[in-house]
């Protein structure tokens, strides 16, 4: 990631938006899946504090490939605030430090590997978050925050967006439910976990996010579509693209988390939703197409693509209790789109 003045311009703004922000000074950090999409950008965020005020908050970046950490975040491996850790969500913790907060964001999380990987989405799932709810017992971690998903919330048969306390129907015996049900079953676990040993865990459940810090590798829609249209090509869409999502940008979702994790109340859930993004997968190609005069092509999916896909046709959600800690979204869909493009190109 290029981390010039554009770029920079997010992290500042994801920083202003946070209430209670500094209370994070001189904390430690454990953020798991430090490469994707959302945990690199809550990385980049906290080290743009400790760059502007000297915060001194260590931040421990953990994932399956120290390679792919020490290669992401290069600028900073010599900083001592920063440090990789090698993280296996299907082996029991060996780390030998403590840390105040945990930051759960470690997932098989866009439809490809869902479709190809089932069993080891689900595993690692659950497996995961109890390795670092029981890491988070042992250590008196202050409080763990879980990235869960808005696939919990299963299909209902009307339109109201989705509340916290708000739950449909998920087919268990289709494979493709590995992802809803596992992260259903995570969140049951934090659940347990504060009844049986008062553990101060809370469970965000964040839209359909996008932004430029997606991976290469991220097969999700908005990833496609942003591919495409910095690559000069037609978006190609696999459906009508009639379902509607709260979509959100990246750092809309990362100033959320912060605000939960500082301002939540404990065994709580919360939804991660910008009121002014929620739209069509159609009226978001329209414009990633728009900001690149592209075109939209309709294709027919292949089956691998058809196993992968989210059927709920209304997975909007209802941000209220969200906001009632003081946090509101930053980015429309057409700003949002906009920045992802700008520095996606800045990056080429």
Same mark, same amino acid.
């Given at each position: ?30 953020? +798991? ?10 990385? $980049? ?20 490939? /120290? ?11 010599? /900083?001592?605030?920063? +440090? ?16 105040? @907060? ?32 029981? *890491? ?9 925050? @879980? ?5 919990? *919330? ?39 976990? #504060?009844?049986? *040993? ?39 869409? /696999? ?12 750092? $809309? ?41 592209? #075109? ?24 209220? /209790? ?27």
């Amino acid at each position: 990631m290029e981390y010039n003045d554009k770029y920079n311009k997010n992290l500042q703004e994801t920083i202003d938006n946070v209430f209670n922000v500094d209370f994070m000074k001189n904390k430690s950090i454990l953020v +798991t899946g430090s490469t994707g999409l959302i945990g690199s950008a809550i990385i $980049d965020t906290l080290i743009y504090k400790n760059c502007i005020d000297n915060s001194n908050i260590h931040i421990y970046a953990a994932g399956r490939s /120290k390679d792919r950490i020490q290669q992401r975040f290069s600028q900073f491996l010599d /900083k001592d605030f920063f +440090t990789s850790v090698l993280y296996d969500a299907n082996k029991e913790l060996d780390f030998d430090f403590d840390v105040d @907060y945990i930051i759960h964001g470690a997932s098989n999380a866009h439809p490809l590997a869902y479709s190809e990987q089932p069993v080891e989405t689900m595993i690692s799932n659950f497996c995961g978050m109890n390795n670092l709810l029981k *890491y988070a017992q042992e250590h008196n971690v202050l409080r763990t925050l @879980y990235i869960s998903s808005s696939e919990v *919330y299963g299909e209902k048969t009307d339109s109201e967006y989705y509340k916290e306390n708000d739950y449909g129907f998920v087919n268990i015996l289709n494979p493709r439910a590995c992802y809803p049900s596992s992260k259903r079953a995570s969140e049951t676990l934090c659940a347990s976990y #504060k009844k049986e *040993y008062d553990l101060d865990v809370l469970v965000v459940r964040p839209g359909h996010i996008y932004g430029p810090t997606m991976t290469n590798s991220d097969s999700r829609a908005s990833a496609q579509f942003a591919r495409n249209v910095i690559n000069g090509q037609d978006i190609i869409m /696999k459906s009508a693209g009639l379902q509607l999502r709260s979509y959100c940008y990246v750092f $809309d979702c990362v100033s959320a988390i912060l605000a939960v994790l500082l301002n939540g109340t404990s065994g709580e859930a919360y939804n991660i939703s910008n009121r002014n993004s929620v739209v069509t997968i159609r009226q978001l190609a329209e414009s990633f197409a728009n900001s690149c005069d592209r #075109k939209i092509v309709f294709e027919n999916p292949d089956d691998v693509e058809i196993l992968g896909y989210n059927m709920m046709s209304c997975s909007a959600l209802d941000a209220s /209790k969200l906001e009632n800690l003081g946090w509101q979204g930053l980015y429309d869909i057409d700003e949002g789109v906009g920045r992802t493009i700008e520095i996606l190109k800045e990056n080429q």
